[in-house]
């Protein structure tokens, strides 16, 4: 019996008494946390969360017909919009748009986008600042302190 890692046995009353080895006890740890690990990768990717590390993946190009989601932290990012719809959210993002988008909207604290033209504009938060250089979009404005100008 000495080859086993545990040294339990019964006690009269049928209950186990006895200890673990260290070595049994270290091997549980090590089992537990990689399943503890195993377990927090599926979360994050069940999430479909994403890291992305401001400027130093390609910008994504919005998609015909198609909405494109930007999100995050202080972002700058350049992004080709083909008639899409656009979404910015965050705080203190700063995205400029080349093209036409059918729709472009923000959300959040102190983002700036700068869109060539769109046909809708909305902003929500505060502090948003969304230019466009051309056309006459529907503006709507649920926040404070945000502007939505051509320039």
Not at 82 to 92: D, I, P
Not at 95 to 108: A, F, K, Q, R
């Amino acid at each position: 019996m000495a080859s086993f890692a545990y040294d339990l046995r019964r006690d009269a009353a049928g209950d186990w008494v006895g200890r673990l080895r260290p070595r049994l006890r270290a091997g549980m740890a090590c089992w537990l946390a990689i399943v503890l690990a195993w377990l927090a990768l599926a979360g994050v990717a069940a999430t479909g969360a994403r890291t992305e590390f401001g400027g130093s993946s390609p910008a994504a190009a919005v998609p015909q017909a198609g909405t494109l989601q930007v999100s995050g932290t202080g972002t700058v990012k350049t992004i080709p919009c083909h008639g899409g719809y656009l979404s910015v959210s965050g705080r203190l993002n700063t995205i400029t748009v080349t093209g036409h988008c059918t729709s472009v909207s923000v959300s959040g604290d102190g983002n700036r986008v700068a869109v060539d033209s769109a046909d809708a504009v909305s902003a929500a938060g505060t502090d948003n600042a969304v230019t466009y250089h051309w056309g006459a979009p529907k503006i709507v404005d649920a926040g404070t302190t945000n502007t939505v100008r051509q320039g």
